[in-house]
């Protein structure tokens, strides 16, 4: 399949939705990572875009909406919470799970009762969405590599396997939505991002954090977010997290690090080691952080570089994003230093 590019121009946007409403597949800007869209309310278009990522059917999709008013045919109910949530957060990184309406599609939903839901700040996801219908996006990746927040990251994972990619530049986010399930007697993040726990609490009250956003699921143990089960944003390398002070860390480093390795650190571990060092941005600036860390892991592939080094990072604020996403990536591999 010849892959199409588009700008960000209207007139591009208007040749993404045609394609969009006769069933297509295109790869969408949002502020968090690119999004893979397709029209949410044709199922058979919708598989298109698991067969694209290799995605296992159980797996269910965000639908993304262009206006408020459009989540009441989705939903069944969209009770007061959530009401509080969409005011303060959306347009905006936020995904929220609600009993899904008989709208839904199984193959959005993957056969649960319930549907997430987000209402994106990108102007041009925002535009695609309003010139065709909500789109069900997944990030834009193969299934299990990082999620991609520039045009050549979707490129290089989409090209030929998709009908068109809208460049819109790199993502400003640089992570996934927050996904809340406001489905269960009390709240319950599931994925943090750039809407933070924090800010959830101080809106609507009482949240459960999932133990599957810091922790391996247990051996039986059923992923409240199908998501949560699968190797997720893993580079090729190994990723090896270390937990303890900044001196363990840079000792562990000096006495395991061999050559072909490197490390993943912060601005001001930078000259601290002899193996070749990609920082994440600031120590104490989870934004940046988040905003870089997939380019990150992708770089170390492109280096060919066989293992990497990662401290653990903070669990505050955007920063547990970070952390969630970097022990999967380590596929919860956590040295503990003295
Ligand atoms: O920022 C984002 O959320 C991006 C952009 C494109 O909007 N999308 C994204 O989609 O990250 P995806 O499919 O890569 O991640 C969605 C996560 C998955 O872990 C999935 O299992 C979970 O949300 N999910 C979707 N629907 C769900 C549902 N009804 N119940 C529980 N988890 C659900
Ligand atoms: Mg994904």
Redo the contacts with the bound molecule.
């Keep these: 399949m010849k892959t199409l590019l588009l700008s960000s121009e209207y007139a591009d946007i208007k040749t993404a939705a045609q394609i969009i409403r006769n069933g297509g597949v295109v790869a969408m800007p ?1 502020e ?5 869209a397709a029209d949410a309310l044709n199922g058979e278009a919708v598989r298109k875009i698991f067969r694209a990522k290799g995605r296992p059917a159980d ?4 639908v ?1 909406i262009s206006e408020l008013s459009q989540i009441y045919s989705l939903v069944r109910e969209f009770p007061v919470k959530a009401r509080r949530l969409a005011e303060k957060f959306w347009p905006g ?1 936020l ?1 929220m ?1 609600l009993p ?1 309406s008989a709208l839904i599609p199984d193959e959005v ?2 056969g ?1 009762d ?3 839901v ?1 209402f ?1 700040s990108h102007p041009t996801a925002r535009q695609l969405i309003s010139l065709s219908a909500p789109l069900a ?4 990746n193969l299934s299990g590599s990082p ?1 991609p927040t520039s045009l050549r990251h979707v490129r290089d994972d989409m090209d030929g396997r998709i009908d068109a990619i809208i460049d819109g530049g790199d993502c400003e ?1 640089g992570v ?2 927050t ?1 809340i ?1 406001l489905a269960t007697p009390i709240p319950e993040l ?2 943090p ?1 750039g809407i933070t726990f924090e800010q959830l609490k101080d809106t609507i009250g009482e949240i459960i954090i999932n133990s599957a956003v810091i922790n391996p699921l247990g051996e039986g143990q059923q992923a ?5 089960k699968y190797k997720h944003y893993s580079p090729k390398a190994e990723v090896v997290l270390l937990d303890g002070d900044k001196e363990g860390f840079y000792e562990y480093i000096r006495k395991y690090g061999k050559a072909g390795e490197a490390v993943l650190c912060y601005n001001e571990d930078l000259g601290h080691f002899s193996l070749p060092c990609i920082s994440i941005g600031s120590e104490h600036d989870y934004r940046t952080q988040a905003h870089r860390l997939f380019t990150a892991l992708r770089m170390v592939d492109e280096e060919g570089i066989a293992k990497v080094y990662a401290h653990c990072p903070e669990k505050r604020g955007i920063g547990l994003a970070v952390y969630n996403r970097i022990i999967r990536a380590a596929g919860f591999n956590i040295v503990k230093l003295r």
């Design positions: 949002t968090t990572v690119y999004g893979l797996n269910p999709l965000i993304h990184p995904t799970i899904k939903s993957a649960l319930t549907v997430a987000r994106p996006a997944p990030s834009a999620s986010v996934e939505s996904v399930t599931l994925r991002g409240a977010s199908p998501g949560m």
